[in-house]
């Protein structure tokens, strides 16, 4: 019998403790509004709710450490409350999904390139004070030691001048950007192969003093910049 409505998982079945939902566990499942997971529950497998076009809301357990890749990919989840207990976001866990504002807890220490790809009504990113690996500013995520740029929120638009101090733009950091004009610093030295990426940024404008550092920018962005 297909699942539907609000999906509540146990925390035991037969017994033993639920600790895992399996890879493709409820993917592709279009019926399913809300799931409520168990603090039993430390790994949410890969694509376990990918493509779940009706999923609106995720309840996470608080003992959920890893949410795998694709988990929650291609849902209309509009809001996650990720659990301090948190440690491991994969590869594009929440992409092309509805989510306004990511929050992140203290204990995230990894998170795979394009966890949060085309999400095109994502506007901020927050990070625990005590996270010894993230952190962000202005909405903006970054490394701990700010030096590389991460994810650049897809809805924000305007102008944005990336902090000076900053060496690094991730390698999907400003994926389906839609700015009227991004400043990159004079410390930047490294730029990742899919930074520029469906994005509709309108100007770029770069050092000119940078000499042949960033001589493939030009190439990503595929248009002359100033």
């Given at each position: 019998?297909?699942?539907s409505?609000?999906?509540?998982?146990?925390?035991?079945?037969?017994?033993?403790?639920?600790?895992?939902?399996?890879?493709?566990?409820?993917?592709?499942?279009?019926?399913i509004?809300?799931v409520v997971?168990?603090?039993?529950?430390?790994?949410?497998?890969?694509?376990?709710?990918?493509?779940?076009?009706?999923?609106?809301?995720?309840?996470?357990?608080?003992?959920?450490?890893?949410?795998?890749?694709y988990?929650?990919?291609?849902?209309?989840l509009?809001?996650?409350?990720?659990?301090?207990?948190?440690?491991?976001?994969?590869?594009?866990?929440?992409?092309?999904s509805?989510?306004?504002?990511?929050?992140?807890g203290?204990?995230?220490n990894?998170?795979?390139?394009?966890a949060?790809?085309?999400?095109?009504?994502?506007?901020?990113?927050?990070?625990d004070?005590e996270n010894?690996?993230?952190?962000s500013?202005?909405?903006?995520?970054?490394?701990?030691?700010?030096k590389e740029l991460?994810l650049?929120?897809?809805?924000?638009?305007?102008?944005?001048n990336?902090?000076?101090?900053?060496e690094?733009l991730y390698?999907?950091a400003?994926?389906?950007?839609?700015?009227?004009s991004l400043?990159?610093?004079?410390?930047?030295?490294?730029?990742?192969d899919?930074?520029?990426?469906?994005?509709?940024?309108?100007?770029?404008y770069?050092h000119v003093?940078?000499?042949?550092?960033?001589?493939d920018?030009?190439?990503?962005?595929?248009e002359?910049?100033?």
């Amino acid at each position: 019998e297909t699942l539907s409505g609000v999906v509540i998982i146990p925390d035991s079945l037969g017994g033993y403790p639920v600790n895992e939902l399996d890879s493709f566990a409820f993917s592709e499942n279009t019926n399913i509004e809300k799931v409520v997971i168990p603090d039993s529950v430390a790994v949410i497998g890969p694509y376990a709710f990918y493509q779940c076009r009706g999923l609106e809301e995720a309840v996470l357990g608080n003992g959920v450490k890893e949410i795998g890749h694709y988990s929650f990919s291609s849902t209309t989840l509009n809001e996650i409350e990720i659990p301090e207990s948190v440690e491991f976001i994969g590869m594009f866990a929440f992409s092309d999904s509805d989510i306004e504002k990511i929050e992140l807890g203290k204990n995230v220490n990894e998170i795979t390139q394009g966890a949060f790809s085309y999400m095109m009504k994502l506007e901020s990113i927050t990070v625990d004070e005590e996270n010894e690996h993230f952190s962000s500013f202005g909405g903006v995520l970054f490394t701990k030691d700010k030096k590389e740029l991460i994810l650049f929120p897809p809805a924000r638009d305007g102008k944005y001048n990336i902090p000076e101090g900053v060496e690094k733009l991730y390698g999907s950091a400003l994926e389906t950007s839609s700015l009227e004009s991004l400043i990159l610093p004079e410390s930047l030295v490294s730029v990742g192969d899919q930074c520029f990426v469906n994005c509709d940024i309108e100007n770029l404008y770069v050092h000119v003093d940078k000499g042949n550092e960033l001589d493939d920018i030009e190439k990503m962005f595929n248009e002359k910049y100033e």
